[in-house]
């Protein structure tokens, strides 16, 4: 009985196999399927449902490798066993890889369809038998519906297991290249791109498709587009029916991100005057989020939200109720929309940080970049790096002995008026400005820099052609209303309810912000502030003002200092008016001296001495007590000016007593005019330099040294004064007998001019240089240099005692012991500089950070 039960069992099962074989070799004829249902039965009554389910499996497993997978990959062997050149002309080819794909996923395809249609007749095989045994159905049913997600677990094993490394890469290619034409067509029939200007979208119907896949195919465009999603969703859905689904979502998730990245580099370029932001918002609602969804509703993946939750916010951006041309977005639509929004923000913030350089050296015409890049920040929270990237590209291009102290300042204050923009608080612009404040005060001409911009309209450029937003002036007028003289941490003057509005629109200092400064004192602080703690004290800066508007004002022809005026009034409210006591009694010198010389003039008028020149002679009359330090030189005026001088002197000491007049003859400016045989030639000149030139009209010619003694001038200094007149082609200079001392003779006509033009413009580019240099009032260096020297003994006697000192050691010192008459009342940064000073004669050495005496 069991031997006819073997051979029962053997009978059914090589009836099954040669069934199972039919049905697989069919091509197409699922004829054998009914006779399966009787063999399957005796074989599920015998107990070996398990057995035959494993083989049937099996058996497809194999059909399926060497029939379909092995042809699919077949395909793309080509491309995947080339080089890298020779992928790259796959890639420029027109239909490549759509028909390679296409083609293949369609034979791949066809084969798993019909093979689960085999496999659907053992099931339905399986379900009669269980139908026929009602006490088996459980264990039996567990069988019958665990064939078809093993069979699909199988198919994706066998395809992943044998994918090709380069497979993802066709994948993304063919995205791209989808995408890109489908962008090309939203370009519109003409070629223009609507989203390539930087208008805003306000049409909705300008779309190339609707949110409905019947749209009616008249328009070409709109057709087109809509065939093109269908081949896409075809594509997509038969990747996914092979087991590709995350394979394929990465694919053309990344060909999204590329093309939006390239639209974003499209829409920023290197203008940096038009808004970005809001057209790349736009055109990722008209083209990626419409082909989404369209794409979506093809897959069948689009389902509207219409449950409370679709309410709910997103913690990087606020969910909208509908889109244009769409409706209500569906979940996995608006998880696109705020992830590509997050990527539009970072790609056009990491563009707008790597030049940030460039946009605030175009500020304030660059606005619209800085609150692209504020916006993007605000959504993204990536301070540090902008931070970080900044100041790298400050040292590297910035921070550097090629650049001048006035570019310096110029980007410095434009970077502070951008960040200030950015980052209201001031905490990325401390990070920010550190380093640019170090290295200014590293610079000796940072100070006169700083105040050549608050008192020059062109912002510092000697050229004039300054922007409006580099100089001071315009800050001073800013603060002209609301900057008062009073300290930053004075509450009296806030009542209660504005105290209390401010306590509600507190908000706490970013991580990043330095914790030992506080935030009110940070938020307080302004461009100017920031400016003058570069240099440390107010009054080093107020002693440079006031040395350059005493050079300024001797150096006046005329008495126009209106503009000094208005400038001064500012300075006075932002330093305080004592500071700037001495600035306005110079210039009340120059009104005093304006009316002095009318009531002057009017009396000489009356009396016989008219006609003598005095109509022609104005004075400058300074309190030499509130003025800087003034350079003096000897020099002998022609007695015919000198009388001039005396008259006025003496007229002055009759209207003035007891107050009298001490001429500086080497300060003021002369108006000339100089008659030759064929010309005539003015020049407005310094008095030396008249002194030098008036000589010739006793004497044509001239040797150093006797013209030296006669208008009482060293020699060398002749000599380096006479090449004025030479370069403009008025004297000529010959060597004497004597090879020190040169002859000048005066040159009449303009033949004898032009044969030494080479020359006289070598000398007019040195006496260029010399002016430069020459001062008639001492710089603030040298009055720091001259008061500081009756400090040098004690500096050198506490060194002799002590050894070695520190800065700061005898900073203290001399505080301490220096209290009588002058006392000491210097900055540190004084004291290093004078020290410097004497290191730089060498006096003192400095070694390891402290000082000691030279050996």
């Given at each position: 009985m069991q031997l006819d039960d073997a051979d029962g069992a053997l009978d059914s099962w090589a009836r099954f196999c040669a069934l199972s074989e039919e049905l697989f070799g069919g091509a197409g004829d699922l004829s054998a399927g009914p006779r399966l249902a009787p063999v399957v039965a005796?074989?599920?009554?015998?107990?070996?449902?398990?057995?035959?389910?494993?083989?049937?499996?099996?058996?497809?497993?194999?059909?399926?490798?060497?029939?379909?997978?092995e042809k699919f990959w077949q395909q793309f062997h080509p491309y995947c066993s080339s080089s890298a050149v020779e992928r790259i002309k796959f890639c420029v080819q027109e239909n490549w890889p759509e028909d390679v794909l296409c083609r293949a996923l369609e034979d791949i395809c066809l084969e798993k369809s019909y093979?689960?249609?085999?496999?659907?007749?053992?099931?339905?095989?399986?379900?009669?038998?269980?139908?026929?045994?009602?006490?088996?159905?459980?264990?039996?049913l567990d069988c019958s519906s665990s064939l078809m997600p093993r069979y699909q677990l199988m198919v994706s094993s066998v395809l992943l297991t044998t994918l090709p490394l380069s497979f993802p890469e066709i994948l993304n290619v063919y995205f791209k290249k989808k995408l890109e034409e489908l962008n090309i067509m939203m370009a519109g029939s003409d070629g223009n791109d609507p989203f390539g200007n930087h208008d805003l979208f306000e049409r909705s119907n300008t779309s190339a498709w609707q949110s409905q896949m019947d749209i009616d195919g008249q328009e070409p465009v709109i057709s087109e587009s809509i065939n093109l999603v269908k081949n896409i969703g075809k594509v997509v859905r038969d990747l996914r029916y092979l087991g590709f689904t995350?394979?394929?979502?990465?694919?053309?998730?990344?060909?999204?991100?590329w093309l939006l990245k390239s639209k974003v580099h499209e829409l920023a370029g290197d203008d940096y005057r038009i808004p970005v932001l809001g057209c790349v918002k736009k055109w990722i609602q008209a083209v990626p989020l419409k082909f989404l969804h369209a794409l979506l509703t093809y897959l069948g993946d689009s389902v509207n939200n219409e449950s409370g939750s679709s309410g709910l916010k997103s913690p990087l951006a606020s969910r909208p109720s509908s889109f244009p041309g769409i409706g209500v977005p569906s979940e996995a639509l608006v998880r696109w929309h705020m992830r590509l929004e997050y990527f539009a923000y970072e790609t056009l913030q990491d563009l707008r940080i790597g030049k940030l350089f460039e946009i605030i050296v175009d500020y304030p015409e660059s606005s619209p970049a800085i609150e692209d890049l504020k916006q993007c920040l605000e959504y993204t929270g990536q301070h540090s790096k902008l931070v970080d990237s900044f100041i790298s590209s400050l040292r590297y291009r910035l921070l550097t002995a090629g650049a001048s102290t006035n570019d310096?300042?110029?980007?410095?204050?434009?970077?502070?008026?951008?960040?200030?923009?950015?980052?209201?608080?001031?905490?990325?612009?401390?990070?920010?400005?550190?380093p640019i404040r170090d290295y200014l005060r590293g610079r000796k001409d940072t100070i006169k820099c700083i105040v050549t911009m608050l008192t020059d309209g062109s912002g510092g450029n000697t050229n004039g052609t300054g922007n409006a937003g580099d100089n001071l002036l315009e800050e001073l007028n800013r603060d002209a209303e609301n900057?008062?003289?009073?300290?930053?941490?004075?509450?009296?003057?806030?009542?209660?309810?504005?105290?209390?509005?401010?306590?509600?629109?507190?908000?706490?200092?970013?991580?990043?912000?330095?914790?030992?400064?506080?935030?009110?004192?940070?938020?307080k602080i302004d461009i100017l502030g920031l400016i003058v703690s570069i240099i440390g004290s107010k009054d080093q800066l107020v002693n440079e003002y006031r040395v350059m508007l005493a050079e300024k004002l001797l150096n006046k022809s005329d008495f126009d200092i209106d503009s000094d005026i208005r400038t001064l009034e500012l300075l006075k409210i932002h330093f305080g008016e004592s500071s700037m006591q001495k600035c306005e009694i110079m210039l009340n010198d120059l009104i005093d001296s304006k009316r002095t010389n009318s009531n002057i003039k009017t009396s000489l008028s009356r009396t016989s001495q008219i006609g003598t020149g005095h109509d022609v002679f104005d004075a400058t009359i300074i309190s030499s007590n509130f003025w800087p330090p003034i350079q003096t030189e000897d020099l002998t005026i022609p007695v015919?000016?000198?009388?001039?001088?005396?008259?006025?002197?003496?007229?002055?000491?009759?209207?003035?007593?007891?107050?009298?007049?001490?001429?500086?003859?080497?300060?003021?400016?002369?108006?000339?005019?100089?008659?030759?045989?064929?010309?005539?030639?003015?020049?407005?000149?310094?008095?030396?330099?008249a002194a030098i030139i008036m000589q010739f009209q006793e004497n044509r010619s001239w040797t150093s040294k006797t013209l030296a003694a006669a208008i009482g001038v060293p020699v060398d200094s002749l000599n380096r004064r006479i090449s004025f007149w030479t370069s403009k082609g008025v004297l000529t200079e010959s060597v004497g007998p004597d090879a020190d001392d040169h002859t000048f003779t005066v040159v009449d006509s303009t033949s004898d001019f032009s044969k030494n033009s080479t020359v006289n413009q070598l000398c007019e580019r040195f006496q260029?240089?010399?002016?430069?240099?020459?001062?008639?009032?001492?710089?603030?260096?040298?009055?720091?240099?001259?008061?500081?020297?009756?400090?040098?003994?004690?500096?050198?006697?506490?060194?002799?005692?002590?050894?070695?000192?520190?800065?700061?050691?005898?900073?203290?010192?001399?505080?301490?012991?220096?209290?009588?008459?002058?006392?000491?009342?210097?900055?540190?940064?004084?004291l290093q500089s004078f020290l410097s000073g004497l290191v730089s004669d060498e006096k003192l050495e400095m070694r390891d950070g402290s000082y000691l005496l030279r050996k």
């Open positions: 005796d074989l599920c009554a015998r107990g070996l449902a398990a057995l035959l389910r494993d083989h049937f499996l099996r058996s497809l497993e194999g059909i399926f490798r060497s029939n379909a997978v093979q689960e249609k085999c496999i659907l007749a053992l099931v339905h095989s399986l379900q009669s038998y269980e139908d026929r045994t009602p006490n088996r159905k459980s264990k039996s995350s394979m394929t979502e990465d694919a053309y998730s990344s060909a999204i991100i310096i300042l110029h980007q410095y204050v434009s970077t502070i008026k951008a960040l200030r923009t950015i980052d209201p608080t001031g905490v990325f612009l401390e990070a920010v400005g550190e900057q008062e003289n009073v300290d930053y941490d004075d509450h009296t003057n806030i009542d209660e309810k504005q105290a209390w509005l401010n306590a509600e629109s507190w908000e706490p200092d970013p991580v990043e912000a330095d914790p030992l400064k506080g935030s009110r004192n940070r938020r015919s000016v000198d009388q001039l001088l005396s008259d006025y002197a003496k007229r002055f000491h009759q209207i003035k007593t007891p107050r009298k007049l001490l001429w500086k003859k080497n300060l003021g400016t002369v108006k000339l005019e100089l008659q030759f045989e064929d010309r005539s030639m003015q020049f407005t000149v310094a008095p030396v330099h260029m240089a010399e002016d430069e240099g020459e001062s008639s009032i001492a710089s603030v260096e040298e009055q720091l240099r001259k008061e500081m020297t009756v400090y040098e003994k004690f500096i050198i006697g506490m060194l002799t005692n002590f050894g070695s000192m520190t800065l700061d050691r005898i900073h203290n010192t001399l505080k301490m012991f220096c209290i009588a008459e002058p006392s000491y009342d210097k900055s540190l940064q004084q």
